[in-house]
C-alpha cells in the first residue's frame, strides 16, 4: 500500500493491530473551530472474527442511547461495515482517558438494560434483526480486557 487514502481507516495496516483496543483515528475541525475527535472502538480483531448482525445492531442502539446519559459531546456511535467494532465521535473533547472511562461506563450500563431502546418498527429500520443477550456477551467480551484497550498494536516477537 503506496498511496494514502482519502478514508483513515483505510491506512491503518488492519493485519499489525491486536483488539481490543480503543484509539483516537482522526480529528476534524469545522470552520467555527469544533471539533470533532473519531475513536475507532474495535471489539473483534479484523479478520478473525466479527460481530453477528443482530448483537452488534442491539449493541449499537443501546450504546448510542446510554452513552448520552454520561456525555452531551457525543456526535455518533456508528458500526463498522466489517462487524469488528465501533466508531464513536465526540465534538470538543479530546480528554482521551475520559472517553475510555465513558465507554466502560456505557457498556456496564448495557448489562443492567433489560431491554434495547427504539427496537420496534416505528423506530428501526429493521427491528426483527436484535439480541439483548448477544449485545451483553459483547459488551462484558470487551469490559473484561479492559486493561487493554490502550494498546493498539500488537507486540514484536
Known amino acids: 500500500m503506496s ?13 499489525k493491530v491486536q483488539s481490543p483496543y480503543v484509539r483516537l483515528a482522526d480529528i476534524k475541525t ?11 472502538m474495535r471489539i473483534c480483531q479484523p479478520n478473525r472474527e466479527h460481530m453477528e448482525m443482530p448483537a452488534l445492531h442491539s449493541l449499537e442502539h443501546l450504546m448510542a442511547e ?11 456511535i456508528s458500526p463498522m461495515g466489517c462487524q469488528t467494532g465501533f466508531y464513536v465521535a465526540l465534538i470538543n473533547h479530546d480528554d482521551y482517558d475520559d472517553v475510555l472511562n465513558l ?5 456496564e450500563d448495557v448489562l443492567e438494560a433489560n431491554e434495547v431502546p427504539a427496537c420496534n418498527e416505528m423506530q428501526c429500520g429493521w427491528a426483527a ?10 459488551a462484558r467480551g470487551f469490559l473484561a ?4 484497550w490502550t494498546q493498539v498494536f500488537a507486540s514484536e516477537a
Do not use: C, P, W
Open 103 to 107: 465507554l466502560q461506563k456505557t457498556l
Open 30 to 40: 469545522g470552520l467555527n473551530g469544533d471539533r470533532i475527535h473519531k475513536y475507532d
Open 129 to 138: 434483526s436484535h439480541s439483548l443477550e448477544g449485545a451483553k456477551r459483547i
Open 3 to 15: 498511496d494514502k487514502m482519502n478514508v483513515e481507516s483505510f491506512n491503518l495496516d488492519h493485519t
Open 145 to 148: 480486557k479492559r486493561d487493554e
Open 66 to 76: 446510554l452513552s448520552r446519559n454520561h456525555s452531551d459531546r457525543i456526535v455518533d
